[in-house]
């Protein structure tokens, strides 16, 4: 039995696409220099790897480091997007607080992706479809539900309070993946796939909405 060739070309567009925003939103880092951007693309990146990983997994290629690397990854992704967030709704303790949350979360999730390997039949058919390991599925959760929080409630907060209704994509796209997140652990996989793709879009239409500083104040027009 083989996987839909829609969802192949679902998943390799969707490396590509991630791909290309990630390029823009470090393209507005290097700009604005403003941290969030820098996190965000890092994130975004991440993405985009392991869309590409999922991809190779479709093609009938297994191992296990690759299969260690992908579960770890799809955990700090979520973890390292939050660190953009961070940047701007936190300030003082409450940020080195996160920072130090996240940085503690992620190495705890490196160690156990290294020690509790994935089974082969975590792949059937070139989809993932199967539950990792219990200790790996705990510290992920560890990692994304807070993160997840973080995104979802800021960018909520920012639409409603501050009148930047664009975080309303950040809202929605963190919210899509989660939710995908939650129904692959019901055993529905082929959602985390199309959601990912939905997902990566809306973040970067909340990303790249963001205000940059001018770098020099704009001339006032002679009457």
């Excluded at 296990?64 to 939050?82: D, E, H, M, P, R």
């Excluded at 660190?83 to 156990?112: C, D, H």
């Excluded at 539900?145 to 796209?173: D, E, N």
Aim: hydrophobic share 60%; net charge positive.
């Amino acid at each position: 039995m083989t996987a839909p060739l829609g969802l192949a070309a679902t998943i390799v567009g969707e490396a590509l696409i991630a791909g290309a925003l990630t390029g823009l939103v470090l393209h507005r880092f290097l700009r604005s220099r403003q941290p969030c951007h820098l996190y965000w693309g890092v994130g975004l990146a991440l993405i985009a790897f392991t869309m590409a990983q999922e991809a190779v997994f479709y093609l009938g290629v297994w191992s296990t480091s690759f299969a260690q690397a992908y579960l770890v990854l799809v955990a700090l992704l979520v973890g390292i997007l939050s660190l953009g967030t961070a940047e701007l709704a936190l300030r003082g303790w409450e940020k080195r607080l996160w920072f130090g949350f996240i940085g503690v979360a992620g190495v705890a999730m490196v160690v156990v992706g290294i020690l509790y390997p994935p089974a082969r039949s975590i792949v059937v058919s070139g989809v993932v479809t199967g539950l990792p390991p219990t200790p790996v599925t705990v510290v992920s959760s560890i990692v994304t539900v807070p993160a997840t929080c973080l995104l979802v409630g800021a960018s909520v907060y920012g639409a409603v309070w501050q009148k930047r209704y664009h975080l309303l994509f950040i809202a929605a796209g963190t919210a899509v993946i989660a939710a995908a997140g939650s129904l692959y652990l019901a055993s529905f996989p082929l959602s985390l796939y199309y959601a990912e793709f939905v997902g990566a879009v809306l973040l970067f239409f909340g990303f790249v909405r963001l205000p940059v500083p001018a770098l020099r104040p704009a001339p006032v027009p002679l009457i």
